[in-house]
């Protein structure tokens, strides 16, 4: 089993910036990817970026550059920097983990982006 817990989410203006974190408590295999989803009022949780055991990235086309995902395997953890945040970034933010064909998830953190 995998239980996954976020933090870092915030109020934050626009331009700034925030890291979130998450702890995953249980064994993280070299398969599982790990990785940041996001859902905002009214639309579909969407990717953000997801993070191999071994560095490999990948992101929504329309946050690359903005946004940064790493990985601590000795740590269990995976993180979020996020830069020069805009408003339309609101949302609840996700931490996930994918082991083969099967997801578990977080509770999500709420990051707010005021204009």
């Known amino acids: 089993q995998v239980q996954l817990v976020e933090s870092g989410g915030g109020l934050v203006q626009a331009g700034g910036s925030l890291r979130l974190d998450c702890a995953a408590s249980?064994?993280?295999?070299?398969?599982?990817?790990m990785g940041w989803y996001r859902q905002a009022p009214g639309k579909q949780r969407e990717l953000v970026a997801t993070?191999?055991?071994?560095?490999?990235?990948n992101y929504a086309d329309s946050l690359k550059g903005r946004f940064t995902i790493s990985r601590d395997n000795a740590k269990n953890t995976v993180y979020l920097q996020m830069n020069n945040l805009e408003p339309e970034d609101t949302a609840v933010y996700y931490c996930?983990?994918?082991?083969?064909?099967?997801?578990?998830w977080g509770q999500g953190t709420q990051v707010t982006v005021s204009s």
């Open positions: 996930n983990v994918r082991r083969v064909i099967r997801n578990f």
């Open positions: 249980g064994t993280i295999l070299s398969i599982d990817v």
């Open positions: 993070i191999t055991s071994t560095g490999t990235t």
